[in-house]
């Protein structure tokens, strides 16, 4: 069974452009989470979707957006970087049921 | 969101048992206790949740105290590969339905695990 996959896995932008970032979840499951880990802040929750609708979201600026497809497929956006998104953004997802998420590999995000 | 205090690092040798202690004084009655793990370079991964009573899996075993204020996650022969940060968290879970999922995972810092050949 194919496990999150994320592309790129690395991705250098400059100040002020934009960056889409991608995620397949697992076959069936159909809740996409994104999460952005830095050193100073950890791992801080962005946003999650489900059935192509966004039902929670995190503390960050306009800027950072998503989206998610009919088949599950999710990607985010971040327009206007700035030095400080330079982080790994992770995606996860899973399926109804107590048990946990399944997170990807991410992708490694360096603005300069 | 209900917090946990862990360690901030613990060592152990290779092939010895590990307790991972994990504090959740505020947990409520509907938080499960989930524990994922992150290697190098990697995602979090799922390690092992519970709710009252203790868990195994193959990978470890989850040790939840009798208040459910506590819990430990034990690793039963620590190999070079279960050197990772090791999160405890707590979901709620119950009584989501059709909107299970619908809620985020509050990562503290995790304990750095090292193990010494």
């Known amino acids: 069974k194919a496990g999150v996959t994320q592309t790129p896995r690395y991705l250098i932008k400059t100040r002020g452009q934009q960056v889409t970032l991608s995620c397949s979840p697992i076959s069936g499951h159909r809740s996409v989470s994104w999460y952005q880990q ?13 059935s192509e609708t966004q039902r929670n979201k995190g503390n960050f600026p306009g800027r950072f957006s998503g989206r998610q497809f009919s088949n599950s497929r999710s990607e985010m956006n971040v327009s206007t970087l700035e030095l ?11 399926s109804a ?11 490694r995000l360096t603005v300069v | ?16 048992p590990v307790h991972l202690p994990c504090n959740h004084s505020t947990i409520s009655g509907t938080d499960y206790i989930h524990w994922y793990r ?22 470890a075993s989850l040790a939840i105290a009798e ?27 119950m009584g989501k339905g059709t909107n299970f999922g ?11 695990l090292t193990i010494i050949p």
């Open chain 2, 102 to 112: 619908n809620e985020k995972l509050t990562f503290g810092t995790g304990t750095r």
């Open chain 1, 38 to 50: 830095t050193p100073g802040q950890g791992l801080q929750f962005l946003f999650e979707y489900f």
């Open chain 2, 38 to 59: 992150q290697l190098p370079s990697q995602g979090p991964e799922y390690v092992i949740h519970g709710l009252t009573s203790n868990v195994n899996n193959r990978m």
């Open chain 1, 97 to 107: 049921g107590a048990r946990g998420y399944t997170f990807g590999s991410g992708t």
């Open chain 2, 1 to 16: 969101d209900a917090k946990t205090t862990q360690p901030n690092s613990m060592e152990s040798n290779e092939e010895e």
């Open chain 1, 84 to 94: 400080g998104d330079s982080a790994l953004y992770l995606c996860a997802s899973s």
């Open chain 2, 67 to 93: 208040d459910r204020k506590s819990s430990t996650l034990i690793l039963h022969r620590a190999t070079l590969r279960d050197a990772a940060v090791y999160y405890c968290i707590l979901r709620d879970v």
